[in-house]
């Protein structure tokens, strides 16, 4: 069986039947699976079942469409995926290799005021996107506003980037640290700037998709 | 009995009969803020007792311990509890005209800029671990007592200065708080990398200057991402409101 297309199975701006009918958020390959009337909402006499459908039946009147009542935001989510991706992979460092496997120390004996400062204020500035993000992506979820798609392949292209700047700019260029103090340093670099290629990869595709209307997710 | 206990002692009681006052004129005010304050102020008379002054006199890790909650931890929990703001639902309205001319005198603006309270709080500890008045704090207990009031009074005016809800007309933008916190956050961090590669203060033995500057380091950011937080959070809600008639419509 092909898989239908999910641009062609689910239309980017859903009619506002489609709110109520059951196409909204299904899986695209059970789409048409259903009657038309599979999700009526609440059924009963209870407050909040009558409420539902007097309000259905209020925009279902007036013609609002109510997935275009809020704005979504795609270069605000983005940003706040980058700034929490970014973050993310700076503290997973911090802890992974700086506190637990202890393959790097807290200052070397060889390294310069200079570095060191430049250290600290790349230390803060991480610190700081990852609470900017955080602060940014819960806002913009709490006034529903966040684009879907854009979350994932922001976060993985802020992972995979801070990943291969850490590999250059701290690791090589600042000698600030390296990633581990052994013979055969260059397998070490390699992995760890590969890996950050492979993320920056994963988070194109994913934008790809996004941009096209075609997220692994839609809410 | 200290100073500490007396000041701090007398201000929880203070607050907590605001709190109970504006609770019985049904002007609520919430349980969580009390809390904080309390609580606050009963960490600051902990730390400034004299088993833990004993141990920060002795261990430069404990002399630390000590700065972080007095001088970081403590004064965000003060701030954010707004006394002012609970302060002016206690007294008549002509008290809140007071406070506000008050605070728009210019000298009072200018030592509530963050660009002043950033300079007392990163330049008076780059003075005391740079330079040699490490030693002479621990030889002088006046001096000592001196500075950890400025600790504690500096850490305050800066949480305010940042990011305080009390009300303060006419505050620096947003954009100047931020910029002021990140720079005095990236001090903070550089200070402290420095301290453990160069052996400041040199009057310590080192294992002890590197525990304690990894003490500041790590420890040291968690309030001041808690700042930064609370910051941002002023900031995207005020760019990100609530769509008009959002509530309640989605089914």
């Given at each position: 069986m092909?898989?239908?297309r999910q641009e062609d199975?689910v239309?980017?701006k859903?009619s506002r039947?489609a709110m109520f ?6 899986m695209?390959w059970?789409?048409g699976?259903?009657s038309?009337?599979s999700n009526?909402g609440?059924s ?5 079942a ?6 259905v039946?209020t925009?279902?009147h007036?013609?609002?469409d109510m997935s ?8 605000a989510?983005m ?13 997973l460092d911090?802890i992974?290799?700086h ?6 120390h807290?200052?070397?004996t ?6 060191l400062?430049?250290d600290?204020?790349l230390h803060?500035l ?7 993000g955080?602060a940014?992506m ?5 006034t529903?506003?966040?684009?879907p798609?854009?979350?994932g392949?922001?976060?993985l292209?802020?992972m995979?980037g ?9 690791h090589?260029?600042?000698?600030l640290?390296q ?13 760890w700037n590969?890996a950050?290629l ?18 692994l997710?839609?809410r | 009995?200290?100073?500490f ?8 009681a203070l607050?907590?009969w605001?709190?109970w006052r504006?609770?019985r004129r049904?002007?609520?005010w919430p349980?969580w803020?009390?809390a904080?304050f309390?609580?606050s102020a009963l960490?600051?008379?902990?730390v400034?007792s ?7 006199h002795?261990?430069?890790?404990g002399?630390?311990a000590?700065?972080l909650?007095a001088g970081?931890i403590?004064?965000l929990?003060l701030v ?7 302060a002016l639902k206690?007294v ?9 001319r008050f605070v728009?005198?210019?000298?009072i603006?200018?030592l509530?800029?963050?660009v ?8 008076g500890?780059?003075a005391l ?6 030693s002479?704090m621990r030889?002088?207990?006046?001096f000592?007592l001196?500075?950890?009031w400025h ?15 009390d009300?303060a ?6 954009e100047w708080r931020?910029g ?6 990236a001090?903070h ?7 453990a590669?160069?052996?400041f203060?040199a ?7 590197q ?6 380091f790590?420890?040291g950011?968690?309030?001041?991402a808690?700042l930064?937080?609370l910051l ?13 008639g959002?509530r309640g419509?989605?089914?």
């Amino acid at each position: 069986m092909i898989l239908q297309r999910q641009e062609d199975a689910v239309p980017r701006k859903e009619s506002r039947e489609a709110m109520f009918t059951g196409t909204h958020g299904r899986m695209p390959w059970r789409v048409g699976k259903e009657s038309p009337r599979s999700n009526p909402g609440p059924s009963g006499r209870g407050f909040f079942a009558s409420a539902w459908r007097r309000e259905v039946k209020t925009y279902l009147h007036e013609g609002i469409d109510m997935s275009e009542r809020v704005q979504r935001r795609t270069g605000a989510t983005m940003l706040a995926a980058v700034l929490l991706g970014i973050g993310i992979m700076a503290a997973l460092d911090e802890i992974g290799f700086h506190q637990v496997l202890a393959w790097h120390h807290f200052v070397e004996t060889d390294n310069s005021a200079l570095a060191l400062a430049s250290d600290g204020l790349l230390h803060t500035l991480e610190l700081v996107m990852l609470v900017i993000g955080g602060a940014l992506m819960l806002r913009l979820h709490e006034t529903g506003q966040h684009a879907p798609g854009y979350r994932g392949a922001g976060f993985l292209l802020g992972m995979g980037g801070f990943q291969l700047f850490d590999g250059i700019v701290d690791h090589k260029i600042l000698g600030l640290h390296q990633v581990r103090y052994v013979d055969n340093l260059l397998v070490y670099d390699l992995c760890w700037n590969l890996a950050g290629l492979l993320l920056l990869a994963i988070g194109y595709w994913l934008l790809r998709r996004a941009r096209r209307g075609e997220a692994l997710s839609q809410r | 009995m200290s100073g500490f206990t007396l000041v701090f002692g007398a201000l929880a009681a203070l607050y907590a009969w605001g709190w109970w006052r504006a609770k019985r004129r049904g002007r609520g005010w919430p349980l969580w803020r009390l809390a904080l304050f309390v609580g606050s102020a009963l960490a600051i008379v902990a730390v400034m007792s004299p088993p833990s002054m004993q141990w920060a006199h002795d261990d430069f890790r404990g002399h630390m311990a000590v700065h972080l909650v007095a001088g970081m931890i403590a004064p965000l929990g003060l701030v954010m509890a707004a006394p002012v703001s609970l302060a002016l639902k206690n007294v008549p309205a002509h008290w809140g005209r007071r406070w506000v001319r008050f605070v728009s005198l210019p000298p009072i603006r200018v030592l509530g800029h963050p660009v002043t309270a950033a300079l007392l709080n990163i330049g008076g500890m780059m003075a005391l671990y740079l330079t040699d008045l490490y030693s002479a704090m621990r030889h002088s207990p006046g001096f000592a007592l001196w500075l950890h009031w400025h600790f504690v009074v500096a850490g305050c005016l800066f949480s305010w200065a940042i990011a305080g809800p009390d009300p303060a007309p006419r505050r620096p933008s947003l954009e100047w708080r931020f910029g002021v916190l990140v720079v005095s956050m990236a001090a903070h961090a550089t200070l402290s990398k420095w301290m453990a590669r160069f052996h400041f203060p040199a009057s310590v033995p080192l294992d002890q200057v590197q525990q304690g500057a990894e003490l500041m380091f790590y420890a040291g950011e968690l309030p001041e991402a808690l700042l930064a937080y609370l910051l941002a959070r002023q900031w995207v809600r005020s760019r990100y409101r609530e769509p008009a008639g959002a509530r309640g419509v989605t089914p």
